[in-house]
Nanobody, 121 residues
Framework: QVQLVESGGGLVQPGGSLRLSCAASGSLFSHNSWGWYRQAPGKQRELVGSISRGGDTNYRDFAKGRFTISKGNTGNTVFLQMDNLKAEDTAVYYC???????????????WGQGTQVTVSS
């Protein structure tokens, strides 16, 4: 069984930065790709970006140039660095562990509980 726990959300002013973390525990085996998603009130959950087993990243257009996904050294942590945040980035952010042995990233059934990010002055 795999468990994912996100942290790092909070309230930030427009133009500010936040760094989200997602820590995985359990039987990770060959899981080593990740995705970050977000869900704003009244909207569907959407992909923010992903990182493959080899470290290649992909981002949605709204995240390019502002968001950066990286992995921790231990292999069970992934980060989402968010800079120049805008009000429209307000959402609950979720991490997802990619399916094992798949590259590029393919989402699995393993999700974290989400962390709230609010961008407001």
């Amino acid at each position: 069984q795999v468990q994912l726990v996100e942290s790092g959300g909070g309230l930030v002013q427009p133009g500010g930065s936040l760094r989200l973390s997602c820590a995985a525990s359990g039987s990770l085996f060959s899981h080593n790709s990740w995705g970050w998603y977000r869900q704003a009130p009244g909207k569907q959950r959407e992909l923010v970006g992903s990182i493959s087993r080899g470290g290649d990243t992909n981002y949605r257009d709204f995240a390019k140039g502002r968001f950066t996904i990286s992995k921790g050294n231990t292999g069970n942590t992934v980060f989402l660095q968010m800079d120049n945040l805008k009000a429209e980035d307000t959402a609950v952010y979720y991490c997802n562990l990619g399916q094992p042995y798949r590259s590029p990233y393919v989402p699995s059934e393993y999700w974290g509980q989400g962390t709230q990010v609010t961008v407001s002055s």
